[in-house]
């Protein structure tokens, strides 16, 4: 009998130094990375606990990036958000998944618990990250992952407004070779559909101009970006219109005494002389909504995707200098079909090699816009 009883307080005192053992490794573990704050889907959220951690492709200077945080601080005056809550990893290359997960980490450990990852090549850390922390919200720009509980993506119809450019630019052109500079090759379809709309654009008003393209082969590359409009002038081009990150496209126009359609930002700063105008994001929108709704316990992960009528796109003011009647009659009327319906991607639309996309009476849906148009319109030649 004693030899029982003292078994069983034996197995007592094991067991409490299991239970010991256990609560000492869990704190070990919590003091080791500042834990973010969980945030309660479906209730209400307080403003001053909200930590955005944003990832760039490069400096916040111009261009892409810029666009980008320009919105997220307009974002955050509007909502009377303190500084401190933004948290900015800058030069987080696309490429590199190592550098794209480890940045992300970086900033839950610092607290964040929004994750806004502003290109296309974050897309897969974003989706494995939000598996792992499914307390935080994890927002993507360009993409196409989410999933039903904390990571969504945005983007928008910058075709439209990459549509209003062309007309611009098919007026103004003289020799009717209009280059463009693109980050990607057709296989990216957020490139190529921005660019076909240009092609479009162009062709509506002027049918005898041709579309030269280069491709970078990178979101953002100073000195490629700024051979390849060299390339597009040394070819005619008089118009340089681009998808990639810095303004050394229109700089490279102003230089040589042509004229540039900007991206992003209105380049006009950077090239007063050349741009003609700027294809724009005004990313507040989205953030500004985004971040309300975690504040207000209704986030969703509904893919985002608004254009012209959102205001998420436009385009700046045609150049004083430059600009004529028929082509503020001819944008204007442009976006007015635009805003009554008119989607650009409708009906029979022939490609560069000959194919026909498209049915006839119908238009191409947003999700094919985004991630299934893999072809050049035929107005486009690619200049290796």
């Known amino acids: 009998?004693?030899?029982?009883?003292?078994?069983?307080?034996?197995?007592?005192?094991?067991?409490?130094?299991?239970?010991?053992?256990?609560?000492?490794?869990?704190?070990?573990?919590?003091?080791?990375?500042?834990?973010?704050?969980?945030?309660?889907?479906?209730?209400q959220k307080d403003s001053d606990s909200i930590i955005i951690g944003v990832l760039y492709?490069?400096?916040?200077?111009?261009?892409?990036?810029?666009?980008?945080?320009?919105?997220?601080?307009?974002?955050q005056r509007e909502l009377g958000m303190?500084?401190?809550?933004?948290?900015?990893?800058?030069?987080?290359?696309?490429?590199?998944g190592i550098m794209v997960e480890a940045?992300?980490?970086?900033?839950?450990a610092e607290g964040a618990n929004i994750i806004i990852a502003t290109s296309w090549g974050h897309m897969n850390s974003c989706e494995k990250l939000a598996e792992e922390f499914p307390n935080i919200v994890f927002a993507h720009a360009s993409g196409y992952k989410s999933n039903e509980t904390n990571f969504t993506n945005y983007f928008g119809r910058i075709y439209q407004a990459r549509y209003l450019s062309g007309v611009a630019a098919g007026l103004h052109t003289k020799s009717n070779k209009i280059g463009f500079v693109a980050a990607q090759d057709k296989s990216n379809s957020e490139v190529t559909s921005g660019l076909n709309a240009f092609a479009m654009g162009v062709e509506s008003v002027n049918p005898d101009a041709e579309i030269l393209v280069t491709v970078t082969y990178s979101w953002y590359d100073?000195?490629?970006?700024?051979?390849?409009?060299?390339?597009?002038?040394?070819?005619?081009?008089?118009?340089?219109?681009?998808?990639?990150d810095t303004v050394n496209p229109q700089i490279e126009a102003q230089n040589a005494g042509v004229w540039g359609i900007g991206y992003n930002t209105d380049m006009k700063r950077e090239a007063p002389d050349a741009v003609l105008t700027s294809v724009i994001w005004n990313w507040s929108v989205y953030y500004k909504d985004m971040i309300q709704s975690?504040?207000?316990?209704?986030?969703?992960?509904?893919?985002?995707?608004?254009?012209?009528?959102?205001?998420?796109?436009?385009?700046?003011?045609?150049?004083?200098?430059?600009?004529?009647?028929e082509m503020l009659i001819a944008v204007?009327?442009?976006?007015?079909?635009?805003?009554?319906?008119?989607n650009v991607f409708e009906g029979l639309l022939e490609t560069n090699d000959g194919q026909i996309i498209g049915t006839h009476g119908e238009s191409l849906p947003d999700e094919v816009i985004t991630s299934g148009i893999n072809w050049y319109y035929r107005n486009i030649r690619v200049i290796r």
């Open 57 to 75: 492709v490069c400096a916040a200077e111009t261009g892409y990036s810029y666009a980008h945080d320009y919105g997220l601080r307009q974002a």
């Open 332 to 342: 204007s009327q442009a976006r007015e079909k635009i805003d009554n319906g008119f």
């Open 294 to 325: 975690v504040i207000d316990g209704n986030f969703s992960t509904e893919p985002y995707f608004a254009g012209l009528k959102e205001g998420l796109v436009d385009i700046t003011p045609l150049h004083q200098d430059f600009v004529t009647e």
């Open 222 to 244: 100073p000195g490629a970006e700024r051979y390849a409009a060299q390339r597009l002038i040394a070819e005619g081009c008089d118009i340089i219109a681009q998808h990639v």
């Open 103 to 108: 940045a992300m980490r970086d900033l839950i």
């Open 82 to 96: 303190r500084d401190e809550q933004i948290l900015r990893k800058f030069n987080i290359n696309d490429f590199e």
């Open 1 to 43: 009998m004693t030899q029982i009883i003292y078994s069983f307080k034996k197995k007592q005192n094991q067991i409490f130094l299991f239970f010991i053992c256990l609560m000492f490794f869990a704190l070990i573990l919590g003091c080791k990375e500042k834990s973010p704050e969980i945030i309660q889907y479906g209730f």
